[in-house]
């Protein structure tokens, strides 16, 4: 299953902190600081 989307991961890590949620990892996807968010892992 693939899914699209283009998220601000500061953004989404503050909507999800609002519901309880913590930020462990955000892996991203090659070399550049600006490179797209390949996976956040977060726990609650």
Same mark, same amino acid.
């Given at each position: !299953?693939?899914?699209?989307? =283009?998220?601000? /991961?500061?953004?989404? +890590? /503050?909507? &999800? +902190?609002?519901?309880?949620? /913590?930020? &462990?990892?955000?892996?991203?996807?090659?070399?550049?600081?600006? +490179?797209? !968010? +390949? !996976? &956040? &892992?977060?726990? =609650?």
């Amino acid at each position: !299953m693939f899914r699209f989307k =283009r998220y601000d /991961e500061g953004l989404l +890590a /503050e909507s &999800l +902190a609002r519901f309880g949620w /913590e930020k &462990l990892v955000c892996l991203p996807i090659g070399e550049s600081d600006r +490179a797209p !968010m +390949a !996976m &956040l &892992l977060v726990k =609650r």
